[in-house]
């Protein structure tokens, strides 16, 4: 993707990240499951692009049997990527009074899992689409127009020991006239309260070494029907791209603790 042809990789990689790295592991086989909610994330990467994204989400998972599943999730968020600073210092053409460029992202996602009491496995497909509205000159260089399809294929496997669960996922995003990317992510979870949850992890996103923490919240006070989780990674290569990640979600029924809610019914 390019603004007048310029800092593709500035601008792609950052997208891409909040495009396809929802991630969420395996749903349970207890019952049926709905949650709604806001996310938003920011992704600064130094000496180029710094993009801000607001958005939603919903997901749900369906069971088939007693060890079988099937969960889905779509997400959508509006984005704006920062350019008139890294232009103007590069020596490019004036932008006039447009500081920003808007993104639209819609992603959807499907996994059949297989759930057992001491962890679960799960694959799955997601579809996301980029559309940019930055104007006639700004398209994505490997389609030559303003929208990028990314097709996803994942696993995922958790381990269940204690109050903790170890992690692990492998990841093959397919870039519409592209390359593809394969991303292996390991997380560990430390659960020190049933309602809170504290989660290193460690990714090879874009051939980077990315580092990261999570902390979920679920209060009890509340019914155990919303929850709300920040999250912050770091890449620790150069240039250096760090995300911050909010979100709040409610959760429709199954009013559970939030270490019940991840074993069983997310």
Known sequence: MAIRRLAIPGLLLPLLTLLGTDGAMAESTQGSTLEAGMIANEVDTSGS????????????????????????????????????????????????????????????????????????????????????????DSVFTATGEDKLTTHRYSFDAEVY??????????????????????????????YPLDSLRVSVSGNDLYGQNTYGFTVEHQPEALGNSLGVYVGYSSSEQSPRTSILNFGVMYYFGQNVDLKRRDREYR
């Open 49 to 136: 692009t710094s993009v801000g994204s607001v958005g939603a989400r919903l997901a749900g998972s369906i069971p088939l049997t007693n060890y079988l599943g099937v969960a889905l999730s779509g997400d959508y968020l509006n984005s704006s990527v920062r350019t008139r600073k890294i232009l103007e210092e590069a020596g490019g053409p004036p932008l006039g009074t447009r500081s920003a460029c808007k993104f639209d992202s819609t992603d959807g996602d499907i996994k059949l899992f297989a759930h057992a009491p001491l962890g679960k496995i799960a694959i799955g497909y997601g579809l996301g689409q980029l559309s940019s509205s930055c104007g006639d």
């Open 161 to 190: 020991l204690g109050d903790f669960t170890l992690a692990a996922s492998r990841v093959s995003t397919d870039l519409d006239g592209g390359s593809t990317l394969d991303t292996n992510t390991f997380t560990a979870s430390w």
